[in-house]
């Protein structure tokens, strides 16, 4: 039968005790009631809406751990930065297969999984053959990248991206890019290609890769041709250096100028957007696009931090997202994200609200509303009408022995490295049953074939 008897649920207002969740065979929430009688319903002791990804770039999973060594010293003090990881990154995307894509983003997608993302946005770029060419399908990785979703049992919003140029002012594209290239023409043809994928567990969006690679008027003409209700993402304010070549080129900061020339609203997501003055996070939290968050690439990358407090204050929106995935746990995104600014601003337990002072749930339930925003699917919460993505966490875990409501999501969070995420339901179907994927061990076996065959490429 389609119910769950949850002894303690996560719901949009906060815990609640013996809780009933039904769902319909299409995998929709269709009753959550407290003091619902169980009959019938396995029973769980923590039950909480699975978390969305809201920024991936599955085919990176791969590159993980191997760009970890420091370059040439170089006398002058050049250092290793954002931009000298994206070469060693192209060179590793020159050679990768639809298959490839395919393979890697199943495992992924079944890491992801295990640790309590329930939904992933895949901002997809790799969209032509080595050479340059489109394929005779132009939608053949994106179709492999939905295609390792249903696989692994994620919900995914496919969002191909807009790459033109190689920097402000439109300039060409670099021979290592070009298997990025897409111009409105190409990306509307990709997007037209996937629309019999959409589902219930699949939604299409669009990504505009940054101000970089590609014109407003490029982005304006895409939005003008697009459904109003699908999603729209995008790099944005990164790395100081991007800051610096758009003043260069335009006057105008890149969040500025994104918000003075297109219209920006509810339907956005700016991931990263590190680096604002003010006036930006003001204008940007007015717009109600969602700040899309990664801080453990941001850390790896050394981006910086997003000015959080601030944003927060301000009415804003945020998300969190894993894009080069050397992490596949929400855990650690939110954990530091929060730490992030507690170093910036030598002070505790930044993320609350006046309603709110725990931490783990402000971040848990915030993430969940930016993250269901930034997807354009019925996600994120337990209540009619939305997916019926739910994580179970261990109650016999050490961790979350004797602990009161208000105390679980803290210890969650902030409490050790352990994986608490027991069991996953995503459209009402089992996907981790005790922590282990149910199709793991095959994904897994391609996922190392895959890498076998990447290294022969080093």
């Known amino acids: 039968m389609n119910r769950l008897l949850a002894r303690n649920a996560l719901l949009p207002d906060g815990w609640r005790t013996d809780v009933l969740i039904e769902w319909d065979a299409a995998g929709a929430i269709t009753t959550v009631r407290e003091g619902g009688a169980g009959e019938g319903a396995e029973t ?21 751990g191997r760009t970890e060594k420091a370059g040439p010293h170089k006398a002058g003090g050049v250092h290793d930065s954002f931009w000298t990881w994206r070469d060693l990154m192209y060179r590793f995307a020159r050679n990768i297969t639809p298959a490839h894509i395919e393979a890697i983003a199943a495992q992924l997608f079944s890491e992801c999984l295990r640790h309590g993302y329930t939904s992933l946005c895949e901002f997809h770029y790799v969209q032509r053959a080595p050479d340059g060419a ?21 919900g995914v ?43 219930a567990q699949t939604e299409v969006g669009v990504a505009p890769h940054s101000l970089r690679a590609a014109s407003v008027g490029q982005i304006n003409a895409v939005l003008a041709a697009l459904p109003p209700d699908r999603p729209v993402h995008i790099h944005i304010a990164e790395q ?64 910086g931090l997003f000015p959080l407090e601030h944003f927060l204050a301000a009415g804003g929106r945020f998300g969190i997202g894993s894009d080069s995935h050397i992490s596949q746990s ?39 509303r930016g993250g269901a925003q ?37 210890s969650f969070v902030f409490s ?17 049953r005790n922590q282990q994927h149910v199709a793991q061990q095959a994904i897994a076996a391609r996922f190392k074939q895959t890498m076998a065959e990447l290294r022969e490429f080093r």
């Not at 855990?331 to 609200?353: D, F, P, T």
């Not at 699917?377 to 966490?393: E, H, T, Y």
């Not at 996953?424 to 996907?431: C, I, T």
Request: hydrophobic content about 40%; overall charge negative; aromatic content about 6%.
């Open 416 to 432: 050790g490295n352990d994986n608490l995420v027991k069991d996953v339901m995503v459209g009402g179907q089992w996907v981790v």
């Open 134 to 154: 489109m394929y005779p399908r132009p939608a053949e990785t994106a179709e492999r990248v939905i295609a390792a979703a249903r696989l692994a049992g994620i």
């Open 330 to 368: 929400p855990v650690e995104e939110l954990r530091w994200l929060e730490y992030g600014q507690r170093l910036q601003h030598q002070r505790r337990n930044i993320a609350v609200s006046a309603a709110q002072r725990n931490v783990g749930d402000f971040l848990w339930q915030g993430a969940l």
């Open 44 to 64: 769980v002791e923590y039950a909480l809406p699975g978390m969305i990804n809201l920024h991936s770039h599955s085919f990176q999973r791969a590159l993980g």
């Open 240 to 303: 100081q250096p991007e800051v610096r070549q758009s003043l260069d080129w335009s006057g105008r900061r890149p969040v500025e100028w994104l918000l003075d020339h297109v219209d920006v609203d509810q339907r956005w997501c700016l991931v990263h957007a590190t680096h604002l003055t003010r006036a930006e996070v003001d204008r940007m939290a007015d717009s109600g696009a969602v700040a899309g968050l990664c801080p453990t690439t941001e850390a790896n990358l050394g981006d």
């Open 157 to 199: 919003t496919v969002l191909p991206v807009l790459y033109s140029y190689s920097g402000f002012g439109e300039s060409a594209l670099k021979p290592e890019q070009q298997r990025f290239k897409t111009d409105v023409a190409d990306v509307l043809r990709v997007i037209e290609a996937l629309e019999p994928l959409r589902d």
């Open 374 to 410: 930034a997807a354009g699917r019925p996600v994120g919460a337990l209540a009619p009408g939305r997916r019926a993505d739910v994580i179970v966490l261990d109650g016999d875990h050490p961790n979350l022995y004797g602990l009161a409501l208000d105390e679980v999501l803290g």
